[in-house]
């Protein structure tokens, strides 16, 4: 669709860099140089990237806290005529970060929306890590409800593509912990630190990864290995070779709940989950 914004700004999506800040480039500096007016999710920690460069321009602050609010604010400034840039912290706007909504707004008024790709921290630490990535699937960070979590851990378990998570240093080890319970033995690479001084890749499986940490620091990206089919189905023969008790303790030892467990012994035996519920009654 064609769209009319002769009379509307444009709303530029600039990445930025993920620590090296040689990784900006030169469309982006330009572009932020000709924009009115930087909408930036930490003001602040743009302003250092702004002064790096000797850039000086108006900014606004659009985060998860003020994104309804702002997105009204910045699209009435678009319909103006004004240009627009949107930038995170770091990488790639909108990829678990804010400024998807404002994205929406502006292609329903038929705004010109323009992106400025550059650095994105899930692409650099896959590319470095030895996964398979001709596919993957890309998760961002778990939810934190627990009902909601399992879910994504199970999907992960599942996933016949490289997944890729962001995870935060205060919650990695918990989050390991998390995931070899479901995953078990399959190899994970954690990424940290990406373009920076200690830039640092550990490979192994769950447990040789969580032996190697001492201290987390930095943002993490953890990539698990792909689901191996034929190990799958081996592990599902055996589950189903052990007793309904036996089935249902493995899952109880992985921190289900009995609902969750009686749907996982349904779709593993492949009956209907009532069937499995009257035994447990």
């Known amino acids: 669709m064609?769209?009319?914004?002769?009379?509307?700004?444009e709303l530029?999506?600039?990445?930025?860099?993920?620590?090296?800040?040689?990784?900006?480039?030169?469309?982006?500096?330009?572009?932020l140089e000709e924009v009115d007016i930087i909408a930036a999710e930490d003001t602040r920690h743009t302003l250092n990237l702004l002064n790096h460069f000797k850039i000086t321009k108006p900014m606004i602050s659009y985060h998860r806290h003020n994104e309804e609010v702002r997105t009204g604010e910045l699209i009435e400034k678009l319909e103006e005529g004004k240009k627009i840039a949107l930038v995170s912290d770091a990488g790639t706007p909108i990829i678990s970060d804010p400024g998807g909504?404002?994205?929406?707004?502006?292609?329903?008024?038929?705004?010109?929306?323009?992106?400025?790709?550059?650095?994105?921290?899930?692409?650099t630490a896959l590319i470095a890590s030895g996964m398979d990535a001709k596919e993957f699937s890309f998760f961002g960070f778990l939810p934190l409800n627990k009902k909601n979590r399992k879910e994504k851990l199970f999907q992960i378990q599942q996933e016949?593509?490289?997944?890729?998570i962001y995870e935060a240093p205060h919650k990695l080890i918990n989050t390991l912990k998390e995931l070899q319970l479901i995953i078990e033995n399959r190899n994970i690479t954690l990424a940290r630190e990406l373009t920076k001084i200690h830039e640092e890749y550990i490979?192994?499986?769950?447990?040789?990864?969580?032996?190697?940490?001492k201290q987390p620091k930095g943002e993490y990206v953890i990539l698990v290995e792909k689901n191996n089919i034929s190990k799958q189905l081996k592990n599902l023969e055996k589950l189903n070779e052990l007793t309904i008790e036996k089935h249902y303790e493995?899952?109880?030892?992985k921190g289900l709940n009995k609902k969750e467990i009686i749907k996982q012994i349904?779709?593993?035996?492949?009956?209907?989950?009532?069937e499995i519920y009257k035994k447990f009654l």
């Open 203 to 213: 490979t192994g499986t769950i447990q040789e990864v969580i032996d190697k940490i």
């Open 12 to 31: 530029y999506i600039i990445a930025t860099p993920i620590g090296n800040l040689e990784d900006i480039t030169l469309r982006a500096l330009r572009i």
């Open 160 to 164: 016949e593509k490289t997944s890729i």
């Open 266 to 274: 349904a779709k593993d035996r492949n009956v209907n989950k009532n």
């Open 101 to 123: 909504e404002i994205v929406k707004k502006a292609l329903q008024k038929d705004i010109k929306v323009i992106p400025i790709p550059g650095a994105c921290a899930l692409i």
């Open 250 to 253: 493995y899952y109880e030892k």
């Open 2 to 9: 064609e769209r009319n914004n002769k009379l509307c700004g």
